[in-house]
């Protein structure tokens, strides 16, 4: 039997297509920065400011929510999000380890 696709590839290198999968989408990145504006906790204003559907926004935030990069709490009917510290952290590590990887070069198409 076959190796499946993400064992061919590291653990870093599948952890890094996790964060950027949930991040390659223009309202993932909508939100985050709605998140990071506010620097606090975001329970229901998205709706409102992004002009989204409430299904929508949901979803989405349930797929950063999966892949780690927000975190929620419950406080009565609502469930509040803010962004991961701890990934957040990494994401930004890893870019920037992976950003510094790449040395210009003259001879280059």
Same mark, same amino acid.
């Given at each position: 039997m076959? #190796?499946?696709?993400? !064992? @061919?590839?590291?653990s870093e290198? +599948?952890?890094?297509?996790?964060?950027f999968?949930a991040?390659?989408h223009?309202?993932r990145?909508? @939100?985050? *920065? *709605?998140?990071?504006?506010? +620097?606090?906790?975001?329970?229901g204003d %998205?709706v409102? $400011? #992004?002009? %989204?559907? *409430?299904?929508?926004?949901? &979803?989405?935030?349930?797929e %950063? =929510?999966?892949?780690g990069?927000? &975190?929620g709490?419950? $406080?009565?009917v609502?469930v509040?999000?803010c962004? +991961?510290?701890?990934?957040?952290? !990494? #994401?930004?590590? &890893? @870019? +920037?380890?992976? #950003?510094k990887?790449? =040395?210009?070069?003259?001879t280059?198409?």
């Amino acid at each position: 039997m076959g #190796l499946t696709k993400t !064992e @061919i590839f590291t653990s870093e290198q +599948n952890r890094m297509a996790v964060l950027f999968k949930a991040m390659a989408h223009p309202a993932r990145i909508a @939100i985050l *920065q *709605q998140i990071i504006q506010a +620097n606090a906790c975001i329970c229901g204003d %998205l709706v409102n $400011e #992004l002009g %989204l559907a *409430q299904a929508t926004i949901s &979803q989405h935030l349930k797929e %950063l =929510k999966t892949a780690g990069i927000i &975190q929620g709490t419950i $406080e009565g009917v609502s469930v509040c999000y803010c962004i +991961n510290p701890a990934v957040w952290q !990494e #994401l930004g590590s &890893q @870019i +920037n380890a992976l #950003l510094k990887t790449y =040395k210009p070069i003259n001879t280059c198409c």
